[in-house]
């Protein structure tokens, strides 16, 4: 055996889009996530995320785990619910937005449609939270001026 093979992980370490962003409600840690694979009877394999207290600062924790889809669903009922400024981001959605709007009018000649900016605000932040990419998701989360916080299955701000 070689120096190099004890300085192996036994893990690889893998980045999640919610991990570092929002913190236990319990204890005050923060919320790690982990990656289970079922093997289905058909052969297929089916990816769950989970996201779960450290207990860093609390050994004997109780905040139950969440899984991603979950977490995603209580993150979009927190967007209806937040002020928009709250966001901190609300700027720059909304100058994609209104690149997206020029895009389309001037490349898909589609008419300019009079809606409501604070609408397609809100709109884009739940697409960005369902269907973006882990980049996306977490500079939307870094942005809030609040702090998240996990307790039973549920995101609030702190």
Partial sequence: M??????????ES????FTKLIH?????????????????????VNRHVYYFCTKARNIDCKNPPINEPSLITELIELMDKV?????GIKTR???????????????????????????????????LLKDGTMMEKRELLSCMKSKLIMREKKICFA
Avoid: M, W
């Fill in 24 to 44: 236990c409600g319990y204890c005050g840690s923060g919320i790690s996530a982990d990656e289970k694979f079922k093997k289905l009877k058909d052969g297929g």
């Fill in 14 to 17: 893998k980045e999640f889009a």
């Fill in 2 to 11: 070689t120096i190099n093979q004890n300085l192996i992980p036994k893990t």
């Fill in 83 to 87: 002020d928009l400024d709250e966001l």
């Fill in 93 to 127: 959605i909304e100058d994609e937005i209104s690149r997206f709007n020029k895009f389309r009018t001037g490349v898909l000649g589609h008419k300019q449609e009079k809606v409501s900016l604070d609408i397609d605000v809100r709109n884009y932040t739940k697409y």
